[in-house]
């Protein structure tokens, strides 16, 4: 279930349709295991890739259209590191948020060490692949290994795999996904 647009929200900004599903998992897995089972999220915005982030006026847009909606209480961006420094991308981007000055309500940019798929993997134990949990692996390459002879369709995939994953084992694993639930924290708990 999503919020209207009017009610309370926490607004997210994603980059493909995996994460379209993926990404809300997530926000309700963590929110759960913390005994909070308001409905706090609205359909996520997508970015249809990384790059349309990047560019110049690119994330300062998607966060305005986010913000925009009536209910939004707060953003997150959701983007992969994809090779570059994950901090020092994020400190540029959040620099252009806060500059843009789109809206009133916290903002945050979260930078995902390499991808999404490295989160799950990060789960490996819990994925029914056979897996076992590397941290020297990257996770999309060992999902797509475990796989075979199935290929890896990332709208299929990515929301199939993150019901399955186990968070705390998540949060043991990558530093990113610990700043992920306490952005969540933040905006849920400005949401009464």
């Excluded at 982030?53 to 305005?64: C, F, H, K, S, T």
């Excluded at 259209?65 to 959701?78: D, F, N």
């Excluded at 989160?119 to 029914?128: H, V």
Aim: aromatic content about 6%.
């Amino acid at each position: 279930m999503t919020t209207s647009a009017q009610e309370p929200h926490v607004g997210l900004v994603v980059e493909g349709r995996g994460d379209l599903i993926s990404i809300p998992i997530l926000v309700r897995k963590h929110l759960h295991s913390k005994g909070d089972y308001r409905d706090l999220l609205h359909k996520p915005v997508p970015l249809h890739g990384r790059d349309k982030a990047i560019v110049p006026g690119g994330i300062e847009g998607y966060v305005a259209t986010t913000a925009s909606r009536p209910g939004c209480m707060g953003v997150i961006v959701i983007l992969d590191s994809e090779g570059d420094d994950p901090v020092a991308l994020a400190t540029e981007l959040n620099s252009r948020v806060a500059a843009a000055e789109v809206t009133k309500h916290p903002v945050f940019v979260l930078i995902i060490d390499q991808s999404f798929e490295d989160w799950i993997f990060a789960s490996a134990e819990t994925l029914d692949l056979n897996l076992t949990w590397d941290a020297s692996r990257r996770g999309q390459a060992a999902i797509k290994e475990a796989l075979r002879p199935k290929s890896y369709t990332k709208p299929v995939w990515q929301p199939r795999l993150t019901n399955r994953v186990d968070i705390n084992l998540i949060a043991q694993r990558c530093p990113s996904f610990v700043d992920f639930t306490r952005y969540i924290d933040t905006i849920a708990d400005c949401i009464k």
